[in-house]
T-cell receptor, first 113, second 114 residues
């Protein structure tokens, strides 16, 4: 059974601070996705990473995929209240059924003005 | 521009009742899936379908049935509701079941079983 550990579970910071969220597994990901979910809505895809060592940027968000493809991180620079939400990582594993995604438990981020 | 539509948005049931959660997508996606989201548990896959007429079980299928008679629709049926099925249910679709495909989620059905 593949497990996907996400940390921290909760994060409360002031506007302007930087933060990093981590996603780890003991198994190798074939790919990994990051989603953001706001209250009362479904998750929305932020990025997909596929290649070991890959770095993708989305405005103030930087996503990294580990060289061994067992971990990923999301770094937010100068967080703003609009970044508040639940951040979920979701991985596909080699040999997984039909490419189904395994979701982490999420990081609940609160950015205070 | 509807995307994935889930109905109802909220539902309260009594233990033992049955109901169907509806999910429809207008993007001609082959792959559809149902998840439940519980506090501290993340999203867990209930059932999925790789195309019309084909369904399979996910991580937590017990107590739920699905069918896929058309590409557009993927209803989830609760056979005999139990309090443990109180949760938020999300339907998702993607172009294919491949690992690189972005999942498009509906806004969820919030279900309470009394």
């Amino acid at each position: 059974t593949q497990l996907l550990e996400q940390s921290p579970q909760f994060l409360s910071i002031q506007e302007g601070e930087n933060l990093t969220v981590y996603c780890n597994s003991s198994s190798v990901f074939s790919s990994l996705q990051w989603y953001r979910q706001e209250p009362g809505e479904g998750p929305v895809l932020l990025v997909t990473v596929v290649t070991g060592g890959e770095v993708k940027k989305l405005k103030r968000l930087t996503f990294q995929f580990g060289d061994a493809r067992k971990d990923s991180s999301l770094h937010i620079t100068a967080a703003q209240p609009g970044d508040t939400g639940l951040y979920l990582c979701a991985g596909s594993f080699y040999g997984g059924s039909q490419g189904n995604l395994i979701f982490g438990k999420g990081t609940k981020l609160s950015v205070k003005p | 521009n509807a995307g994935v539509t889930q109905t109802p948005k909220f539902q309260v049931l009594k233990t033992g009742q049955s109901m169907t959660l509806q999910c429809a997508q207008d993007m001609n996606h082959e792959y559809m899936s149902w998840y439940r989201q519980d506090p501290g548990m993340g999203l867990r896959l209930i059932h999925y379908s790789v195309g019309a007429g084909i369904t399979d079980q996910g991580e937590v299928p017990n107590g739920y049935n699905v069918s896929r008679s058309t590409t557009e629709d993927f209803p989830l049926r609760l056979l005999s509701a139990a309090p443990s099925q109180t949760s938020v249910y999300f339907c998702a679709s993607s172009y294919a079941g491949g690992s690189n495909q972005p999942q498009h989620f509906g806004d969820g059905t919030r279900l309470s079983i009394l």
